[in-house]
């Protein structure tokens, strides 16, 4: 079992374009969420998705969106890239209704 | 609104000695405490949590009420522990998201 994986490892993209990541969660799991780690932080939540659904939400803008497919992996797709937007962005799965999440490597997003 | 506070943003100690990374929490109900780990180039992973009650590489964690707290500890240090620990709770939903602390570096010298 893979666990988590994210893709890609590493971006680097220019103030206003948009980006795509990209998750697969661990096999088993339904739930999917995410979340943005700044240097120096700990992990902020963006949000949760399962059932092909945004569940919950951070306190992160609209330019913040995402999707979940039927075979439960998950994009996260930020617009109108900000300098404040470089971050590592971690997915976490979980099985429904239970506590215990399981992290992705991270994609590190730098935007200059 | 739900927090967590590490107050500790490094913890240097030696080989040996007793280790204790702060947590405290604000939560209006019951939550769910965990504490994560992230060693050096590896993903975070779940150390321990409050409602397991097990010891995990030698380390416990007590959930203290009165206190809002969950210290994380281990009686003895070794090399190997160093790593970045996170403290985060969630609500006692199985949807319930985390919240995490910013954080506490510990290292363990020879």
């Not at chain 1, 075979?71 to 797709?77: A, G, K, Q, R, V």
């Not at chain 2, 090399?79 to 939903?93: K, T, V, W």
Request: charge should be positive; charged fraction near 20%.
């Amino acid at each position: 079992d893979a666990g988590v994986t994210q893709s890609p490892t590493h971006l680097i993209k220019t103030r206003g374009q948009q980006v795509t990541l990209r998750c697969s969660p661990k096999s088993g799991h339904d739930t999917v969420s995410w979340y943005q780690q700044a240097l120096g932080q700990g992990p902020q939540f963006i949000f949760q998705y399962y059932e092909e659904e945004e569940r919950q939400r951070g306190n992160f803008p609209d330019r913040f969106s995402g999707h979940q497919f039927p075979n439960y992996s998950s994009e996260l797709n930020v617009n109108a890239l900000l300098l404040g937007d470089s971050a590592l962005y971690l997915c976490a799965s979980s099985p429904r209704g239970f506590y215990g999440y399981t992290f992705g490597s991270g994609t590190r997003l730098t935007v200059v | 609104a739900q927090r967590v506070t590490q107050p500790e943003k490094l913890l240097s100690v030696f080989k040996g000695a007793p280790v204790e990374l702060k947590c405290n929490y604000s939560y209006s109900g019951s939550p769910e405490l965990f504490w994560y780990v992230q060693y050096s180039r590896q993903r975070l992973q779940l150390l321990l949590r409050h409602i397991s009650r097990e010891s995990i590489k030698g380390f416990t964690a007590d959930l203290n009420k009165g206190e809002t707290s969950f210290h994380l500890k281990k009686p003895f240090a070794q090399e190997e522990d160093s790593a970045m620990y996170y403290c985060a709770l969630s609500g006692n939903s199985g949807y319930s998201t985390l919240t995490f602390g910013k954080g506490t570096m510990l290292l363990v010298s020879p």
